[in-house]
C-alpha cells in the first residue's frame, strides 16, 4: 500500500538553479498580505460602517504581483495552461522540442510585457502621475510588471535549457 500511486500528487519540482522557494514564499508573503488586507477591510466595514477604501490600490498591485509570481511559478515547473492534445502523441524528443517552441514563445510575450511595461512606468515617473486613491506616485505599484515579467522570462529560459539537455521532461 505505501507504494501506491497517488495521481492527484503533484510531480516533484525540477532542479532549478535557483530554487521555486524564492517563487513560493514571495506568493506566500503576498497572498497573506492580501489576507489580511482585504480581512481588516472587511471588517472595520462591518464594525465601524467605514470601508477603508485605501486598501484596494494595495489589494490590486498585490494581485498583479501574485498572478506573475504564479506564472513564474508555473512556467519553471512545467505546470502551466496548455492543451496538449496533439503534441502528447508525438515522441519524446518531438515532445520536448514542442515545448521548446511553445517556451520560446511565452519568453517573446512576456518580453513585450516587460517592454512596454517599463515603457509605462517611465512615462508615469516622468509625468508624476498620482495613484487615484492614496495620491502615490503610481510607478510604485506598475514598476512590478515588468519586474516579475523578467522573473517569468528567466524561469522560462531556464526550462528551455533543461529541456534541451533532457533533463526535464
Given at each position: 500500500?505505501?507504494?501506491?500511486?497517488?495521481?492527484?500528487?503533484?510531480?516533484?519540482?525540477?532542479?532549478?538553479?535557483?530554487?521555486?522557494?524564492?517563487?513560493?514564499?514571495?506568493?506566500?508573503?503576498?497572498?497573506?498580505?492580501?489576507?489580511?488586507?482585504?480581512?481588516?477591510?472587511?471588517?472595520?466595514?462591518?464594525?465601524?460602517?467605514?470601508?477603508?477604501?485605501?486598501?484596494?490600490?494595495?489589494?490590486?498591485?498585490?494581485?498583479?504581483?501574485?498572478?506573475?509570481?504564479?506564472?513564474?511559478?508555473?512556467?519553471?515547473?512545467?505546470?502551466?495552461?496548455?492543451i496538449g492534445y496533439f503534441v502528447d502523441k508525438l515522441r519524446p524528443r518531438a515532445r520536448a522540442i514542442a515545448e521548446i517552441v511553445a517556451t520560446a514563445l511565452l519568453?517573446?510575450?512576456?518580453?513585450?510585457i516587460a517592454w512596454y511595461g517599463a515603457r509605462m512606468v517611465m512615462d508615469e515617473y516622468d509625468f508624476e502621475v498620482l495613484s487615484p486613491g492614496l495620491g502615490h506616485p503610481q510607478w510604485l505599484y506598475s514598476v512590478w510588471l515588468p519586474v516579475l515579467a523578467l522573473l517569468v522570462i528567466g524561469r522560462a529560459a531556464g526550462r528551455i535549457v533543461r529541456l534541451w539537455r533532457g533533463d526535464d521532461a
Open positions: 500500500m505505501a507504494a501506491d500511486f497517488d495521481p492527484g500528487a503533484a510531480p516533484p519540482d525540477p532542479r532549478t538553479r535557483l530554487p521555486l522557494t524564492l517563487e513560493r514564499v514571495l506568493l506566500a508573503a503576498a497572498m497573506g498580505a492580501m489576507a489580511l488586507i482585504t480581512g481588516a477591510n472587511v471588517a472595520t466595514r462591518y464594525l465601524t460602517n467605514i470601508s477603508l477604501a485605501f486598501t484596494e490600490e494595495y489589494s490590486v498591485a498585490l494581485m498583479v504581483a501574485v498572478a506573475m509570481i504564479g506564472t513564474a511559478l508555473a512556467t519553471a515547473a512545467g505546470r502551466h495552461i496548455r519568453i517573446l510575450c512576456f518580453a513585450l
